[in-house]
Protein backbone atom coordinates (compact mmCIF):
# COMPACT_ATOMS: atom_id res chain seq x y z
CA UNK A 1 0.00 0.00 0.00
CA UNK A 2 3.18 2.21 0.10
CA UNK A 3 3.06 5.05 -2.71
CA UNK A 4 6.22 5.36 -4.14
CA UNK A 5 7.48 8.96 -3.62
CA UNK A 6 7.22 10.70 -7.13
CA UNK A 7 3.71 9.53 -7.58
CA UNK A 8 3.03 10.67 -4.38
CA UNK A 9 4.39 14.03 -5.62
CA UNK A 10 2.80 14.58 -8.68
CA UNK A 11 -0.51 13.40 -7.27
CA UNK A 12 -0.18 16.36 -4.15
CA UNK A 13 0.75 19.04 -6.19
CA UNK A 14 -2.46 18.03 -9.03
CA UNK A 15 -4.61 18.33 -6.26
CA UNK A 16 -3.44 21.26 -4.78
CA UNK A 17 -3.50 22.91 -8.84
CA UNK A 18 -7.05 21.73 -8.69
CA UNK A 19 -8.63 24.06 -6.05
CA UNK A 20 -9.82 26.87 -8.07
CA UNK A 21 -10.85 24.67 -10.77
CA UNK A 22 -12.71 22.05 -8.35
CA UNK A 23 -14.70 24.86 -6.34
CA UNK A 24 -16.47 25.86 -9.92
CA UNK A 25 -17.81 22.43 -10.49
CA UNK A 26 -18.62 21.75 -6.70
CA UNK A 27 -20.64 25.34 -6.92
CA UNK A 28 -22.73 23.68 -9.80
CA UNK A 29 -23.25 20.48 -8.15
CA UNK A 30 -24.75 22.69 -5.16
CA UNK A 31 -27.07 24.14 -7.14
CA UNK A 32 -28.03 21.19 -9.19
CA UNK A 33 -28.68 19.57 -5.80
CA UNK A 34 -30.53 21.70 -4.52
CA UNK A 35 -33.08 21.98 -8.06
CA UNK A 36 -33.25 18.21 -7.70
CA UNK A 37 -34.71 18.29 -3.57
CA UNK A 38 -36.64 21.32 -4.66
CA UNK A 39 -38.47 18.72 -7.84
CA UNK A 40 -38.82 15.78 -5.29
CA UNK A 41 -40.52 18.05 -2.78
CA UNK A 42 -42.70 19.57 -5.38
CA UNK A 43 -43.96 16.26 -6.14
CA UNK A 44 -44.22 14.99 -2.86
CA UNK A 45 -42.29 11.58 -3.32
CA UNK A 46 -43.27 9.20 -0.97
CA UNK A 47 -42.19 5.51 -0.49
CA UNK A 48 -45.16 4.53 -1.77
CA UNK A 49 -43.52 5.46 -5.23
CA UNK A 50 -40.69 3.21 -5.22
CA UNK A 51 -43.62 0.02 -5.38
CA UNK A 52 -43.10 -2.41 -8.16
CA UNK A 53 -45.54 -2.60 -10.35
CA UNK A 54 -46.80 -5.84 -13.15
CA UNK A 55 -48.74 -6.35 -15.88
CA UNK A 56 -49.36 -3.55 -18.35
CA UNK A 57 -48.65 -1.12 -15.70
CA UNK A 58 -52.08 1.09 -16.08
CA UNK A 59 -51.46 3.91 -13.69
CA UNK A 60 -48.43 3.34 -12.35
CA UNK A 61 -47.76 6.47 -9.77
CA UNK A 62 -44.05 5.61 -9.62
CA UNK A 63 -43.38 5.57 -13.67
CA UNK A 64 -45.91 8.72 -14.56
CA UNK A 65 -44.34 11.18 -11.39
CA UNK A 66 -40.72 10.00 -11.99
CA UNK A 67 -41.74 11.32 -15.53
CA UNK A 68 -42.83 14.13 -14.18
CA UNK A 69 -39.74 14.75 -12.16
CA UNK A 70 -37.20 14.51 -14.74
CA UNK A 71 -39.26 17.04 -16.87
CA UNK A 72 -38.81 19.30 -13.79
CA UNK A 73 -35.55 18.61 -13.44
CA UNK A 74 -34.42 19.01 -17.17
CA UNK A 75 -36.68 22.21 -17.49
CA UNK A 76 -39.08 21.01 -20.14
CA UNK A 77 -42.28 19.85 -20.55
CA UNK A 78 -42.25 15.71 -20.51
CA UNK A 79 -40.06 12.69 -20.05
CA UNK A 80 -40.09 9.34 -20.73
CA UNK A 81 -37.76 7.92 -17.95
CA UNK A 82 -37.87 3.77 -18.21
CA UNK A 83 -36.36 0.48 -17.86
CA UNK A 84 -37.62 -0.16 -21.11
CA UNK A 85 -35.14 2.54 -22.77
CA UNK A 86 -32.51 -0.22 -22.68
CA UNK A 87 -29.39 2.15 -23.37
CA UNK A 88 -28.63 5.42 -24.81
CA UNK A 89 -28.43 4.06 -28.46
CA UNK A 90 -31.99 2.89 -27.76
CA UNK A 91 -33.49 6.24 -26.18
CA UNK A 92 -32.21 8.25 -28.96
CA UNK A 93 -33.29 5.52 -31.46
CA UNK A 94 -36.49 5.26 -30.39
CA UNK A 95 -36.70 9.48 -30.41
CA UNK A 96 -35.37 9.69 -33.56
CA UNK A 97 -37.94 7.23 -35.17
CA UNK A 98 -40.74 8.54 -33.20
CA UNK A 99 -40.23 11.98 -34.63
CA UNK A 100 -39.03 11.17 -38.55
CA UNK A 101 -41.20 9.97 -41.13
CA UNK A 102 -40.46 9.24 -44.60
CA UNK A 103 -39.17 11.49 -46.89
CA UNK A 104 -38.12 14.00 -43.73
CA UNK A 105 -34.58 14.69 -43.71
CA UNK A 106 -32.30 14.24 -40.49
CA UNK A 107 -29.35 17.00 -40.00
CA UNK A 108 -26.58 16.47 -38.21
CA UNK A 109 -24.64 19.51 -37.22
CA UNK A 110 -22.16 17.97 -34.54
CA UNK A 111 -19.92 16.05 -37.28
CA UNK A 112 -21.34 12.23 -37.49
CA UNK A 113 -23.54 11.35 -34.49
CA UNK A 114 -21.83 8.58 -31.91
CA UNK A 115 -20.91 5.46 -33.73
CA UNK A 116 -23.62 3.06 -32.61
CA UNK A 117 -25.78 5.55 -34.54
CA UNK A 118 -24.35 4.75 -37.88
CA UNK A 119 -26.95 1.85 -38.49
CA UNK A 120 -29.62 3.35 -36.89
CA UNK A 121 -29.24 6.12 -39.59
CA UNK A 122 -27.83 4.23 -42.37
CA UNK A 123 -28.23 0.61 -41.69
CA UNK A 124 -29.61 -1.80 -44.43
CA UNK A 125 -32.32 -3.25 -42.76
CA UNK A 126 -34.87 -1.40 -40.35
CA UNK A 127 -32.61 1.99 -40.36
CA UNK A 128 -34.29 5.35 -40.78
CA UNK A 129 -32.51 5.31 -44.33
CA UNK A 130 -34.82 1.71 -45.01
CA UNK A 131 -37.75 3.57 -43.55
CA UNK A 132 -37.76 6.29 -46.78
CA UNK A 133 -35.51 9.14 -44.03
CA UNK A 134 -33.00 11.35 -45.81
CA UNK A 135 -29.57 12.08 -43.84
CA UNK A 136 -27.05 14.60 -44.24
CA UNK A 137 -24.26 15.82 -42.01
CA UNK A 138 -22.67 19.42 -41.33
CA UNK A 139 -19.01 18.70 -39.52
CA UNK A 140 -18.35 20.85 -37.04
CA UNK A 141 -15.96 24.00 -37.48
CA UNK A 142 -12.68 24.14 -35.70
CA UNK A 143 -14.58 22.46 -32.97
CA UNK A 144 -17.51 24.34 -33.00
CA UNK A 145 -20.86 24.43 -34.67
CA UNK A 146 -20.95 25.79 -38.11
CA UNK A 147 -23.57 28.12 -37.70
CA UNK A 148 -23.42 29.93 -41.46
CA UNK A 149 -23.02 26.37 -43.34
CA UNK A 150 -26.23 25.33 -40.98
CA UNK A 151 -28.71 28.52 -41.80
CA UNK A 152 -27.46 28.49 -45.17
CA UNK A 153 -28.18 24.47 -45.39
CA UNK A 154 -31.59 24.71 -43.88
CA UNK A 155 -32.59 27.59 -45.74
CA UNK A 156 -32.70 25.38 -49.10
CA UNK A 157 -33.48 22.19 -47.72
CA UNK A 158 -36.71 21.36 -45.52
CA UNK A 159 -35.18 19.90 -42.61
CA UNK A 160 -36.80 17.68 -40.06
CA UNK A 161 -34.82 17.23 -37.83
CA UNK A 162 -31.48 18.58 -36.56
CA UNK A 163 -29.55 16.52 -34.58
CA UNK A 164 -26.67 17.55 -32.19
CA UNK A 165 -24.14 15.19 -30.36
CA UNK A 166 -23.16 17.48 -27.24
CA UNK A 167 -20.38 15.13 -26.16
CA UNK A 168 -17.21 14.28 -28.05
CA UNK A 169 -17.70 10.85 -28.82
CA UNK A 170 -14.90 9.48 -30.20
CA UNK A 171 -13.05 12.73 -31.00
CA UNK A 172 -10.30 14.96 -29.55
CA UNK A 173 -12.99 17.85 -29.19
CA UNK A 174 -14.63 19.48 -26.56
CA UNK A 175 -18.10 19.18 -25.71
CA UNK A 176 -20.66 21.57 -26.80
CA UNK A 177 -21.49 24.35 -23.99
CA UNK A 178 -25.05 25.49 -23.40
CA UNK A 179 -24.53 28.53 -24.42
CA UNK A 180 -23.57 27.40 -28.25
CA UNK A 181 -26.62 25.10 -28.49
CA UNK A 182 -28.96 28.34 -27.32
CA UNK A 183 -26.94 30.50 -29.83
CA UNK A 184 -27.60 27.72 -32.90
CA UNK A 185 -31.35 26.71 -31.58
CA UNK A 186 -32.74 30.42 -31.68
CA UNK A 187 -30.87 31.63 -35.45
CA UNK A 188 -32.62 27.96 -36.04
CA UNK A 189 -35.82 28.67 -34.96
CA UNK A 190 -36.05 32.26 -36.53
CA UNK A 191 -35.53 30.05 -40.28
CA UNK A 192 -37.90 27.76 -39.69
CA UNK A 193 -39.64 27.01 -36.30
CA UNK A 194 -40.96 23.72 -37.09
CA UNK A 195 -37.95 22.19 -37.23
CA UNK A 196 -37.30 19.39 -34.10
CA UNK A 197 -33.89 20.38 -32.36
CA UNK A 198 -32.70 17.45 -31.08
CA UNK A 199 -29.76 17.09 -28.34
CA UNK A 200 -27.95 13.61 -27.42
CA UNK A 201 -27.46 15.03 -23.93
CA UNK A 202 -24.84 11.65 -23.26
CA UNK A 203 -22.86 12.55 -20.51
CA UNK A 204 -23.67 15.76 -20.45
CA UNK A 205 -26.70 15.61 -17.65
CA UNK A 206 -25.60 18.28 -14.40
CA UNK A 207 -22.19 19.30 -16.16
CA UNK A 208 -23.93 22.77 -16.33
CA UNK A 209 -26.78 24.71 -14.18
CA UNK A 210 -28.94 24.18 -17.26
CA UNK A 211 -29.54 21.33 -19.68
CA UNK A 212 -30.02 21.66 -23.69
CA UNK A 213 -33.86 21.28 -22.67
CA UNK A 214 -33.46 24.70 -20.60
CA UNK A 215 -32.47 26.96 -23.78
CA UNK A 216 -35.06 26.01 -26.48
CA UNK A 217 -34.15 22.27 -27.42
CA UNK A 218 -37.11 20.56 -28.50
CA UNK A 219 -35.90 16.65 -28.15
CA UNK A 220 -33.26 15.37 -25.69
CA UNK A 221 -32.45 11.80 -24.64
CA UNK A 222 -29.73 10.23 -22.86
CA UNK A 223 -28.58 6.70 -20.94
CA UNK A 224 -29.37 5.97 -17.11
CA UNK A 225 -25.74 3.92 -17.05
CA UNK A 226 -24.59 7.49 -17.43
CA UNK A 227 -25.09 10.62 -14.96
CA UNK A 228 -28.55 10.83 -14.48
CA UNK A 229 -28.99 7.40 -12.71
CA UNK A 230 -26.59 8.51 -10.38
CA UNK A 231 -24.09 5.46 -10.35
CA UNK A 232 -27.00 2.95 -8.96
CA UNK A 233 -29.73 2.76 -12.00
CA UNK A 234 -29.70 -0.32 -12.65
CA UNK A 235 -30.89 -0.08 -16.31
CA UNK A 236 -32.61 2.66 -18.78
CA UNK A 237 -32.46 5.16 -20.65
CA UNK A 238 -34.62 8.70 -21.17
CA UNK A 239 -36.24 10.86 -23.42
CA UNK A 240 -37.76 14.31 -22.31
CA UNK A 241 -38.62 17.37 -24.39
CA UNK A 242 -41.78 19.33 -25.59
CA UNK A 243 -44.70 17.19 -24.82
CA UNK A 244 -45.74 17.25 -28.72
CA UNK A 245 -42.51 15.46 -29.17
CA UNK A 246 -42.36 13.20 -26.41
CA UNK A 247 -45.76 11.76 -27.03
CA UNK A 248 -44.92 10.88 -30.90
CA UNK A 249 -41.50 9.31 -28.85
CA UNK A 250 -43.86 7.08 -26.16
CA UNK A 251 -45.91 6.24 -29.02
CA UNK A 252 -43.16 4.45 -30.87
CA UNK A 253 -41.65 3.23 -27.89
CA UNK A 254 -44.86 1.12 -26.59
CA UNK A 255 -47.54 1.35 -29.21
CA UNK A 256 -49.25 4.63 -30.61
CA UNK A 257 -52.97 3.85 -28.95
CA UNK A 258 -51.36 3.60 -25.50
CA UNK A 259 -47.99 5.40 -25.54
CA UNK A 260 -47.08 6.17 -22.09
CA UNK A 261 -49.83 4.75 -20.47
CA UNK A 262 -48.55 1.32 -19.84
CA UNK A 263 -45.15 -0.23 -18.89
CA UNK A 264 -44.71 -1.89 -15.34
CA UNK A 265 -41.34 -1.96 -13.52
CA UNK A 266 -41.31 -5.47 -11.10
CA UNK A 267 -38.05 -4.45 -9.59
CA UNK A 268 -39.68 -1.57 -8.37
CA UNK A 269 -38.43 2.70 -8.98
CA UNK A 270 -36.71 3.06 -5.76
CA UNK A 271 -33.54 2.96 -7.42
CA UNK A 272 -34.35 5.22 -10.40
CA UNK A 273 -35.44 8.17 -7.57
CA UNK A 274 -32.42 7.97 -5.82
CA UNK A 275 -30.57 7.46 -8.88
CA UNK A 276 -31.69 10.91 -9.74
CA UNK A 277 -31.61 12.39 -6.70
CA UNK A 278 -27.60 11.61 -6.44
CA UNK A 279 -27.10 12.43 -9.99
CA UNK A 280 -25.15 15.92 -9.02
CA UNK A 281 -23.35 14.60 -6.79
CA UNK A 282 -22.32 11.22 -8.31
CA UNK A 283 -21.49 13.64 -11.62
CA UNK A 284 -19.21 15.63 -9.15
CA UNK A 285 -17.51 12.70 -8.28
CA UNK A 286 -16.60 12.24 -12.05
CA UNK A 287 -15.98 15.67 -12.75
CA UNK A 288 -13.44 15.83 -9.79
CA UNK A 289 -11.72 12.54 -10.55
CA UNK A 290 -10.98 13.56 -14.38
CA UNK A 291 -9.90 17.18 -13.44
CA UNK A 292 -7.56 15.34 -10.76
CA UNK A 293 -6.05 13.07 -14.30
CA UNK A 294 -5.84 15.83 -16.12
CA UNK A 295 -4.18 17.88 -13.94
CA UNK A 296 -1.51 14.97 -13.39
CA UNK A 297 -1.01 13.83 -16.63
CA UNK A 298 -0.81 17.06 -18.16
CA UNK A 299 2.27 17.71 -15.36
CA UNK A 300 3.82 14.55 -16.85
CA UNK A 301 3.83 15.70 -20.56
CA UNK A 302 0.76 14.33 -21.63
CA UNK A 303 -2.39 15.97 -23.58
CA UNK A 304 -6.14 16.11 -22.42
CA UNK A 305 -9.24 17.34 -23.71
CA UNK A 306 -10.24 19.58 -22.07
CA UNK A 307 -7.34 21.07 -20.42
CA UNK A 308 -7.34 21.02 -16.75
CA UNK A 309 -8.58 24.41 -15.66
CA UNK A 310 -10.32 24.18 -18.48
CA UNK A 311 -14.56 23.93 -17.84
CA UNK A 312 -16.01 20.97 -18.99
CA UNK A 313 -19.38 20.18 -20.36
CA UNK A 314 -19.39 16.84 -20.19
CA UNK A 315 -17.64 14.05 -17.84
CA UNK A 316 -14.99 12.39 -20.88
CA UNK A 317 -11.63 13.56 -20.25
CA UNK A 318 -9.75 12.46 -23.82
CA UNK A 319 -5.64 11.68 -23.42
CA UNK A 320 -3.42 11.75 -26.34
CA UNK A 321 -0.19 8.76 -25.52
CA UNK A 322 2.66 8.65 -27.45
CA UNK A 323 2.66 4.83 -28.10
CA UNK A 324 -0.09 1.93 -28.46
CA UNK A 325 1.96 0.85 -24.97
CA UNK A 326 1.21 3.55 -23.23
CA UNK A 327 -2.27 3.27 -24.52
CA UNK A 328 -3.40 -0.04 -23.36
CA UNK A 329 -1.18 -0.06 -19.93
CA UNK A 330 -3.62 3.03 -19.11
CA UNK A 331 -6.71 1.11 -19.91
CA UNK A 332 -5.08 -1.96 -18.45
CA UNK A 333 -4.60 -0.13 -15.21
CA UNK A 334 -8.04 1.38 -14.83
CA UNK A 335 -9.52 -1.80 -15.10
CA UNK A 336 -6.54 -2.87 -12.09
CA UNK A 337 -7.97 -0.17 -10.14
CA UNK A 338 -11.49 -1.50 -10.41
CA UNK A 339 -13.52 -2.78 -7.10
CA UNK A 340 -14.97 -5.52 -9.70
CA UNK A 341 -13.22 -7.40 -12.30
CA UNK A 342 -9.91 -6.18 -11.00
CA UNK A 343 -7.87 -9.47 -12.03
CA UNK A 344 -8.72 -9.28 -15.82
CA UNK A 345 -6.71 -8.60 -18.40
CA UNK A 346 -7.92 -6.82 -21.26
CA UNK A 347 -8.09 -7.37 -24.98
CA UNK A 348 -9.05 -5.00 -27.67
CA UNK A 349 -11.67 -6.50 -29.84
CA UNK A 350 -14.13 -5.69 -32.74
CA UNK A 351 -17.00 -4.45 -30.79
CA UNK A 352 -20.77 -4.11 -32.64
CA UNK A 353 -20.84 -0.90 -33.47
CA UNK A 354 -17.44 0.69 -33.73
CA UNK A 355 -14.73 0.93 -36.99
CA UNK A 356 -11.74 0.08 -35.19
CA UNK A 357 -10.74 -2.20 -32.62
CA UNK A 358 -11.90 -1.07 -28.90
CA UNK A 359 -9.97 -1.79 -25.60
CA UNK A 360 -12.20 -1.21 -22.92
CA UNK A 361 -11.89 -0.99 -19.22
CA UNK A 362 -15.11 -1.65 -17.00
CA UNK A 363 -14.86 -3.03 -13.75
CA UNK A 364 -18.22 -1.92 -12.40
CA UNK A 365 -21.29 -2.66 -10.59
CA UNK A 366 -24.02 -2.13 -13.13
CA UNK A 367 -22.69 -3.70 -16.18
CA UNK A 368 -20.54 -1.10 -18.77
CA UNK A 369 -22.05 1.37 -16.79
CA UNK A 370 -19.65 4.52 -17.38
CA UNK A 371 -20.96 7.00 -14.67
CA UNK A 372 -18.34 4.29 -13.25
CA UNK A 373 -14.69 4.83 -13.11
CA UNK A 374 -14.07 3.48 -17.19
CA UNK A 375 -11.88 4.17 -19.90
CA UNK A 376 -12.17 2.68 -23.58
CA UNK A 377 -9.79 3.32 -26.44
CA UNK A 378 -10.15 2.42 -30.09
CA UNK A 379 -6.48 1.19 -31.17
CA UNK A 380 -5.74 3.55 -34.14
CA UNK A 381 -3.53 6.66 -33.91
CA UNK A 382 -3.11 8.83 -33.01
CA UNK A 383 -3.42 7.24 -29.52
CA UNK A 384 -6.54 8.27 -27.09
CA UNK A 385 -8.16 6.89 -24.26
CA UNK A 386 -11.02 8.21 -23.04
CA UNK A 387 -11.47 8.49 -19.79
CA UNK A 388 -14.96 8.93 -17.73
CA UNK A 389 -16.51 8.11 -14.36
CA UNK A 390 -16.02 7.25 -10.71
CA UNK A 391 -18.39 7.10 -8.18
CA UNK A 392 -16.39 8.56 -5.76
CA UNK A 393 -13.21 10.94 -6.07
CA UNK A 394 -11.17 8.95 -3.34
CA UNK A 395 -11.60 5.71 -5.90
CA UNK A 396 -10.55 8.09 -9.09
CA UNK A 397 -7.01 9.10 -6.99
CA UNK A 398 -6.83 5.71 -6.17
CA UNK A 399 -6.98 4.39 -9.81
CA UNK A 400 -4.59 7.60 -11.04
CA UNK A 401 -1.71 6.21 -8.91
CA UNK A 402 -1.88 2.80 -10.49
CA UNK A 403 -2.19 4.62 -13.84
CA UNK A 404 1.13 6.31 -13.50
CA UNK A 405 2.93 3.75 -12.14
CA UNK A 406 1.58 1.58 -15.03
CA UNK A 407 2.49 4.50 -17.90
CA UNK A 408 6.06 5.10 -15.76
CA UNK A 409 7.27 1.23 -15.40
C1 LIG B 1 -22.75 6.47 -24.57
C2 LIG B 1 -23.21 7.33 -25.67
C3 LIG B 1 -24.22 6.94 -26.51
C4 LIG B 1 -24.84 5.58 -26.47
O1 LIG B 1 -25.27 5.18 -25.21
P1 LIG B 1 -25.24 3.63 -24.85
O2 LIG B 1 -25.91 3.60 -23.51
O3 LIG B 1 -23.80 3.24 -24.80
O4 LIG B 1 -25.98 2.92 -25.90
C5 LIG B 1 -24.64 7.82 -27.48
N1 LIG B 1 -24.06 9.03 -27.61
C6 LIG B 1 -23.08 9.43 -26.81
C7 LIG B 1 -22.48 10.78 -27.00
C8 LIG B 1 -22.60 8.60 -25.81
O5 LIG B 1 -21.63 9.00 -25.02
Given at each position: M??????K??I?T???CA??T????ED????????V??A?Q??K?S?RH?AQ????????E?R?T?????A???DC?SA??S??L?????A?????????????????I???PY?????????A?G?L????V????????E??I????VV??I??NK???I?????R??S????????????L??K?K??????C?M?DNCY?????I????????????????K?P??GI???????????E??????????A?????E?GS???G???????LF?A????L?A?????LF?Y?L???G?E?V?K??????D??RSV?F???????????A????S???S????E??D??????K??MAA??????????L?????I??P????L????TYE???A????CIEA??K
Amino acid sequence: MQMKEYIKNIIETAENCAKDTFKKVEDTAYFNQKKVLKAFQKHKISLRHFAQTTGYGYGDEGRDTLNKLFADVFDCESALVSPHLLSGTHALSVALFGVLRPNDLLLSITGKPYDTLDEVIKGADGSLADFGVNYHCIDLLEGHIDEKAVVEYITKNKTRMIFITRSRGYSMRNALSIAEIKSLTEKVKKVDSSICIMVDNCYGEFMDIIEPTTVGVDLMAGSLNKNPGGGIVPTGGYVCGTTEYVNKVAGRLTAPSVGAEIGSNVFGYQYYYQGLFQAPHVTLQATKGSILFAYALTAMGYETVPKPEERCDDIIRSVKFNTEIELTSFIQAIQTASPVDSFLSLEAWDMPGYTNKVIMAAGCFVEGASIELSADAPIKEPYIAYLQGGLTYEHCKAALEICIEAITK
